[in-house]
């Protein structure tokens, strides 16, 4: 046995002193620049193995002539322990390292990516574009100052309510999904009226305002996204297809976006039902399953990917920019996203009674814990920096302040 600060099995030096039969193991670190899935391969002759953080990734064993494998794996944004295995029985001889990471195309792992087990590791500096807001810290919407509604079907109550927006005004729209209508409440909290009559909502599960206040609600049993004049009249009702959407947000230029559950799809809309887009994956694998979609200013896009437990982060045009993870939940009660003005993401976790703030990286910033007997699902933000969340679990719609 010999150990060496380098070794390789493909340059001549080495491998003229290298006598088959010989293996090699190689150990460091390897560095994500961002969270998201990374395929991982390694091309040899003979047999090679490659661990990530203790996980086999890639099996290439054997032997063989020269063969390339792949694997795929979730990395957080860091450093990661790295070990390859290679063995050489007889003939020529190769070891090559590959990836593809997020957003990426396949390439040799770039060696300033690769770093030596006994030494320091750097100081993190790589970045992805575009970049995420800075959030300063006491920024995170987490003390709860009110709340409206209470369980019952009279004006101004709630019944599982999914889904909730805030116009430009700062008035306070709900999907009521228990009672299968729209209320419409003052910035300050009084009840004004319910919207959408003759709309005959089967299952308003969320519920997204223009910018010209124009309200769009999907109904997920109606198959359809509704779409309700300021005042309250039903204008039209969108039906490209949809099955059970659930979650719709507007972006830039008034363009919406609709996470088409069943479908497993999200669609992007014109204001007059036009389909622009339609985005039905990222990464490494296709959604499963999305329940809400969030669009920043700069138009990336935000997926909540419920059955993969993950948010997934695309560019404007759909390219995958990376992901986190999210807790495990359902379709029905399911988490949904918004985006703050300063760029602070809000996930609502339904099963654990509470809202996560994360930063565009998926860093945790902070939590709106709510009590016992809460599930939160529809989250809005207001210009004001308050963060509001619908939760089926008490009837209510809460805000919370920085």
Known sequence: MQRDFVVTANDKPFSGELRPPYSIVWR??????????????????DGSYLYVDGQLVVDNGGEHGGRYREGVIRLSRGYHDLEVRYFQADGS?????????????????????????????????AVQPPEPTTVAAGEV????????GGPGSGDGQFLEP????????????????????????????PWLSTLGAGAELQQPCDVAVDSRGTA????????????????????????????????????????????DTGHSRVLALSAAGEVLAEYVGAGMEPFDQPTDVAVDVQGTI????????????????????????????????????????????????PQS?????????????????????SKPVGVA??????????????????????
């Open 141 to 148: 919407a987490d003390q709860l100052v009110s709340s409206l």
């Open 353 to 373: 009674g509470q809202v996560v703030a994360y930063d565009g990286e998926g860093q945790v910033l902070g939590w709106a814990v709510i009590g016992p007997g």
């Open 216 to 259: 769009y609600v999907a109904d997920a049993l109606g198959d359809a996204v509704v779409r309700l004049a300021p005042d309250g009249r039903v204008l039209s009702r969108f039906t490209p297809g949809f099955y059970r959407p659930r979650g719709v947000a507007v972006g830039p230029d008034d363009v919406l976006y609709v996470a």
């Open 28 to 45: 460091g670190k390897l560095e994500a620049p961002r969270s998201g899935q990374y395929a991982l391969g390694t091309n040899s002759d």
């Open 302 to 349: 935000y997926v909540v990917d419920t059955y993969h437990q993950r948010v997934v982060r695309m560019g404007p045009g759909g390219e995958y920019q990376g992901e986190w993870e999210i807790p495990e939940a359902d379709t029905l009660d399911s988490p949904h996203i918004v985006i703050s003005a300063t760029g602070i993401i809000y996930v609502t976790d």
């Open 93 to 125: 001889q190769t070891m090559q390292l590959w990836w593809t990471p997020p957003g990426g195309s396949r390439e040799l792992l770039p060696p300033d990516r690769l770093f030596p087990w006994e030494g320091e590791v750097p100081a993190h500096v």
């Open 162 to 189: 999914r889904g909730v927006a805030v116009d430009e005004a700062g008035r306070i729209f709900v999907a009521d999904t228990g009672n299968h209508r729209v209320q419409l409440f003052d910035a300050d909290g």
């Open 381 to 402: 933000v207001t210009s004001s920096g308050q963060m509001l969340a619908a939760d089926v679990g008490l009837h209510r719609v809460h805000i919370f302040q920085p």
